[in-house]
């Protein structure tokens, strides 16, 4: 008698233990050290030897069946079942452009002082950067160029984009002829009612603030930016649109309970989302950054990694000559991280590879995780 799982349902060793993804039901079941042993024996096509209580509660799950003989699973997968190279042009699926660096406010936790943040890629931002910012033109070119990229997503970011609303409107409504799912971020302090209105249909807006109780009355997604110590106070107002962007001072000192941290960080995605994340890096892959300088990064806090400038020089001439280093960006997936590589939860993790990098000093590095694959527990 054999026992397999059902073509949706994919084993996923660790160093230690093993988990089960059902990508059908969107679920993850964690096992044991011999639990792990005994599917990774099925899998392998060896006759099951008294394992059956274990197999038949798989089977109830509706992960897997017994079969009298060997038998071949084709497993589920989404397109080619063989491992496709980039098309040309690349797949881009989604790009940030920072229209503008100006802001009047001096948050601390700005980009231009440096300070870490998980989400700080969704807020606002200023930075201490030289170079001209792009013209009104050269960004609806680029917006264009965008287009013919197929790219996605559009993430309109920048300073406070109310300083030069006029312009920013102008851009955005250019975006708007050209893509339907457009994003922008502003800060709750520099919104007004007519401002929201104006933006009404155009694009889903991100509201940044630092306050509690702008999140519970906003009706737009909320970027909530707190430290780590508040965590406990914001827990029951979290929801779909309200997304809590860290302060990390120093990640060996968190809450062990925090969300970037502790096994919520661990969430069964769509099966698009496992197979990317074969792949794929979960948020570096198919993702660029065009600065307000034209300068062209692997994500908004990458400063530091810059594949050419789009001034003087169009966007897909950019990925032509720069196009191996961008690979290496959107193919670093969880099996190329430390500690990471070892995981059996590596394709549902969420990872950032921006703080990951400013907390280690390496673009592989791991800190945020409360996890050990060698032991299989969690601190």
Known sequence: MY?????????????????????IDHKIYALNELETE????????????????????????????FYSNRSYIQKLRVGSPTIEKQSDPPELHRAFIEINNSCNRN???????????????MGCNKWNENGRPLSIERWKEVIDELKDLN?????????????EWDRTIDILDYTNRKFTNIYITLHRQSLSIDKINELAGKANMIIQTEDFNDVQS????SLLVTRPENFENIEGIQGKNIMVDFIIERGNLLPKDL??????????????????????????????????????????MMRGHSFGNVSNKELYAVLKSEWERI???????????????????????????????SLTGKLD??????????????S
């Open 151 to 163: 790219c996605m997503d559009i993430f309109i970011t920048g300073g406070d984009l109310t300083l």
């Open 38 to 65: 005994i599917v990774t024996s099925c899998e392998k096509n060896n006759s099951i030897q008294g394992e059956r209580k274990f197999l038949n509660e798989l089977k109830q799950l509706c992960l897997g069946n």
């Open 259 to 300: 969300p970037i941290t502790s096994k919520k960080k661990i969430q069964p995605g769509s099966m698009y989302q496992f197979f990317n994340n074969i792949e794929y890096h979960p948020c570096l892959g198919h993702t660029l950054a065009i600065c307000f300088n034209g300068n062209v990064i692997p994500c908004p």
């Open 327 to 357: 690979d290496n960006f959107w193919e670093l997936n969880l099996d190329k991280i430390e500690k990471c590589c070892s995981c059996e939860f590596r394709y549902s993790c969420a990872d950032c590879r921006s703080l990951e990098e």
């Open 3 to 23: 026992f397999r799982l059902n073509p949706e349902c994919y084993l996923i060793r660790g160093k230690k233990l093993g988990a089960i993804f059902d990508l």
């Open 218 to 221: 906003l009706d737009t997604a």
């Open 365 to 378: 590095g791991k800190m945020l995780c409360n996890y050990d694959p060698s032991e299989g527990k969690w």
């Open 107 to 121: 948050c601390w936790f700005c980009g231009h002082n440096g300070i870490k943040r998980s989400l700080g890629c």
